[in-house]
């Protein structure tokens, strides 16, 4: 198991290498630079000073120079600063010779996006299972077809548009919650108990909806996995020697079942981190979809890369824990009977 | 029936920009019940005439983030949003547009034109209590043409030769040469205090995010990516603006902002011209509380001809394509009305603008007269003029904006009228620039002008400016503007100026190397409860006078719940 682990832990740094290349040049083939994006199209703006900002960023040396440099700072685990907004830095804080601390935009935008994506994965799971489980024991009854055709609903819906409507009903017509933002603007004001009832009050709409139209895989995987299950011969062996359908249900099926949700859990991990551009935009939300978004259209080199190295470093961990898991709960896995 | 229904919405899911249309249809089918109880009384509360008073806060919304807010640097129009609240300039444009003193009382140019001496108004202070002088100017001047600054902004500050403080209430500038623009720059560079950001490296100091000021407002708060909060600068130079506070908040999509808008949480916001023109006439109750303000912004959308390639070499070609495009159509069809027909580069109404000079009028017979001169005959009757056996087609590229790609539609509709075939290419900006602009491998563009105020166009039209990254990218070439340009650069007497560029935009017009397509209405909403806006904008635009805006007690948004107001 160590030996396993090691091994595992060593391939990640190839990995995290032929990433950061590959990001590094298909971000520096694309057109364009931090020097000329929409804004910087004004008449008094002029070319020398723009060739002036380039060199600046060593934007003028050649590709295979910048990886250099830019691999050279990674060593030290330095992230460095951003183009586009005023070189606040990347990945975490740091402290001038005044004692201004500036904190990091990775930093920032990373918790923000992990509470929703988290919660929402709890909540859909939290929905998922149970309904994935009677959608099997009423298996093409009203109560499965009706399971199916709400998750089809879900699933078909484009969350923007739900989204939209939600709040124009919720926060518009009838003023239950906010409309957008992440906090209220006298937030710093309010005492404690109302902070935390804003932000619940901010999260309920950005939270609830990718959980419901991203509810509809997971009640098929969990409804699939249960029937394989009730199909094989040790749950006809437990209702054989007589053990309720609940034990038999709860007890023998569902940890069976359960298992390749683990796999599901751990392939979400790149969207937790990653989080989602159209869902942060109208949500206005300071998140890391948007930070990134905002990154590749504005040709902001160091937080792209930034972004793509610690949220590709969280998925291989993310990976290697899922399958530590599933090694944990399959004993199969474990003692090397099945190949993962 | 639900596979149809299916592949419908996967469609409209992978285009996240039909949002704004979702909200039309949304906003549109709801209009049966009025989603806020408008009361009379209220009504008629908002309907009054009040006394200026001040107090209140003014919440509205804004797309982007500023990077920080020294505007020297950061560029993006958010930064000098918010930092033209907090910093001044030396000058500044009244309501008509003509130039007057600001942190100046009053300033003189030297005879030979080329030395510009400003007087300061006295007493003037920083936020923080210190005393605002000459030296600050100064130092703000060096900064600014810094190479370690890198301002984008830095040409014309790098003209001036010799800068002066003789004393503290005196700044002095010296030109190689005498240069008109030089009183337009000395209105735009917002000046920065010496004793707080000397030997700091602008790139990276937390000045940015804290600034300290001289101007109405100061900085209060600023949450990362949620709001900015400005309140009142006690110790303005310029006196006291009415309302205390402004917030801005960041709500990067307009669907949202413009719920935000109905549902009373922002008080501004501004529209594109469905919001305008469709949405909001079609709510009563939206009607009710908000007020509509359009004025002309300074900039115009144009198709450019590539001056180098043929046949748009030849002045009758170019001026036959003026003639088939019926630019009202466009202004009808893309901009619902809410723009105007143009004859010169400058905004009409204001000095600069040539009142004589009227638009090509849409007039396809002429058009088709000025092909067949130029050569141009149909021969195999494919309805498309061929030249030398070659028939006559070409690709407009414009960058992916829904106004200049429709625009683009509209255009090559009205040119196959005449025989010409267009294909069109919307390209993303950044590839936009780089592999067609700058290379100068393109027909024809569709795109647009944001310009200052100061009529100086050489960096734009000045044969000189050709180099890849310049802005004369469509090859203009012409030695009577070339002059025109010179000397309107080195008139500071405006009469006589005003009469070069009359001049330079008539020779402009008849010369037609681009064809003005319009110049679209800059659409604000505010809610009625802020009194005090100039309406009709005066030329200076509705912002001119904000900081004497106020919002009646009565009228002011609870400060403890979300919206109050609107419930009561």
């Known amino acids: 198991m160590l030996k396993y682990l090691i091994k595992r832990v060593l391939w990640m740094i190839p990995l995290l290498i032929g990433i950061s290349l590959i990001s590094f040049f298909i971000m520096h083939l694309a057109p364009g630079d931090i020097t000329n994006n929409e804004a910087s199209f004004n008449p008094k703006a002029s070319e020398e000073s723009r060739q002036k900002l380039r060199e600046l960023y060593n934007l003028d040396k050649p590709v295979i120079v910048q990886y250099g440099l830019w691999m050279k700072r990674m060593t030290t685990l330095d992230f460095g600063t951003s183009f586009a907004s005023h070189h606040k830095p990347v990945f975490w804080q740091t402290k001038d010779k005044d004692g201004n601390v500036t904190k990091g935009l990775i930093q920032e935008a990373l918790p923000i996006t992990l509470l929703i994506n988290i919660l929402g994965l709890i909540i859909t799971l939290a929905l998922a299972i149970p309904l994935g489980i009677v959608a099997a024991r009423k298996y093409g009854l009203w109560q499965d077809k009706s399971i199916t055709l709400f998750n089809f609903i879900g699933f078909s819906i484009p969350s923007f548009w739900l989204s939209l409507l939600l709040m124009y009903w919720l926060g518009v017509v009838n003023n239950w919650l906010p409309i957008s933002g992440w906090h209220s603007i006298n937030y710093d004001s309010l005492d404690t108990w109302s902070k935390i009832k804003d932000s619940i009050s901010h999260l309920i709409l950005p939270v609830l909806i990718p959980s419901v139209t991203g509810l509809a895989g997971i009640t098929l995987f969990v409804k699939n996995g249960m029937l394989d299950v009730f199909h094989q011969d040790y749950i006809t062996t437990a209702r054989a020697k007589g053990l309720s359908e609940h034990k038999v249900v709860y007890t023998h099926a569902l940890r069976n079942a359960l298992l390749p949700l683990i796999t599901i859990v751990g392939l979400s991990i790149p969207g937790l981190i990653g989080g989602s551009v159209i869902a942060e935009t109208i949500f206005a939300i300071p998140g890391m979809g948007k930070l990134f978004y905002d990154a590749v259209m504005m040709r902001d080199f160091p937080l792209i890369m930034g972004i793509l190295t610690i949220g590709s470093a969280l998925t291989l961990i993310g990976n290697l824990v899922a399958d530590i898991a599933y090694a944990w709960a399959d004993p199969r896995v474990r003692r090397g009977v099945v190949k993962e | ?568």
Not at chain 2, 206 to 211: G, L
Not at chain 2, 215 to 236: A, F, Q, V
Not at chain 2, 245 to 271: G, K, T, W, Y
Not at chain 2, 542 to 550: A, I, K, T
């Open chain 2, 1 to 568: 029936m639900i596979n149809f229904a299916f592949l419908n919405n996967n469609l409209l899911k992978r285009n996240a920009k039909a949002s704004g249309v979702f909200l039309c249809l949304i906003v549109l089918s709801s209009c049966g019940k009025p989603s806020q109880d408008l009361t009379s009384e209220y009504l008629n509360k908002l309907n009054k005439t009040y006394p200026s008073q001040s107090g209140g806060t003014l919440i509205d919304a804004m797309i982007g983030e500023p990077s920080g807010l020294i505007s020297m640097i950061a560029g993006e129009s958010a930064s000098s949003a918010i930092s033209a609240n907090i910093f001044n300039k030396l000058l500044k444009y009244d309501k008509n547009l003509d130039l007057e003193g600001e942190l100046a009382e009053s300033w003189q140019v030297s005879a030979d034109q080329k030395t510009i001496t400003f007087k300061l108004k006295p007493n003037l202070k920083w936020a923080d209590g210190k005393p605002l002088t000459s030296a600050d100017i100064l130092w703000t001047w060096h900064a600014v043409i810094d190479e370690k600054t890198g301002s984008p902004y830095a040409s014309d500050y790098q003209l001036v030769k010799k800068a002066e403080a003789p004393d503290p209430l005196t700044f002095s500038v010296t030109y190689q040469q005498a240069y008109a623009p030089a009183l337009d720059s000395w209105s735009g560079l917002q000046i920065l205090p010496k004793h707080l950001l000397e030997g700091q490296d602008l790139h990276t100091t937390a000045f940015a995010h804290n600034p300290v000021g001289s101007n109405y407002y100061k900085l209060d708060g600023w949450t990362h990516g949620e709001n900015i909060k400005l309140s009142r600068n006690l110790s303005s130079v310029l006196g006291q603006a009415k309302i205390d506070h402004l917030v801005s908040r960041i709500i990067p999509d307009s669907s949202a902002q413009f719920l935000e808008l109905m549902a009373d949480n922002i008080d501004s916001m501004s529209l594109d011209p469905i919001k305008y023109a469709r949405i909001i006439p079609s709510r009563p109750e939206l009607q009710k509380k908000l007020a509509l303000y359009k004025e002309l912004g300074n900039g115009y959308t144009y198709l450019g001809f590539n001056l180098k390639h043929k046949p748009f070499d030849d002045v009758r070609v170019r001026k036959a394509i003026n003639y088939a495009i019926d630019k009202q159509e466009i202004i009808d069809g893309v901009y619902l009305g809410l723009g105007i027909n143009i004859a010169s580069p400058y905004k009409p109404g204001t000095r600069w603008s040539n009142p004589n000079l009227k638009p090509y009028p849409y007039d396809p017979a002429k058009a088709k007269a000025l092909l067949k001169e130029a050569g141009f005959t149909d021969n195999n009757g494919d309805g498309i003029l061929e030249r030398d056996g070659k028939p006559f087609s070409f690709e407009i590229i414009t960058n992916q904006n829904k106004e200049r790609e429709k625009s683009a539609v509209l255009i090559q509709r009205r040119l196959k009228e005449v025989g010409i075939d267009v294909k069109i290419r919307a390209i993303e900006w950044a590839s936009f620039i780089s592999r067609f602009i700058k290379t100068g491998d393109f027909d024809v563009v569709v795109l647009g002008w944001s310009l200052s105020l100061d009529p100086d166009q050489y960096s734009i039209w000045h044969s000189s400016q050709q180099a890849p990254g310049q802005f004369n990218f469509i090859g203009y070439n012409n030695p009577t503007v070339d002059k025109l340009l010179e000397q309107g650069r080195l008139e500071l007497n405006p009469d006589k100026r005003m009469k070069i560029y009359h001049e330079f935009a008539r020779v402009f017009l008849e010369d037609s190397p681009i064809v003005y397509l319009s110049a679209g209405y800059g659409l604000t909403a505010i809610h009625k409860r802020v009194k005090g806006i100039d309406n009709p904008a005066p030329p200076a635009g509705l912002g001119w006078n904000s900081y004497d805006w106020y919002i009646p007690e009565p009228l002011r948004r609870s400060e403890t719940g979300r919206n109050e107001m609107s419930a009561n």
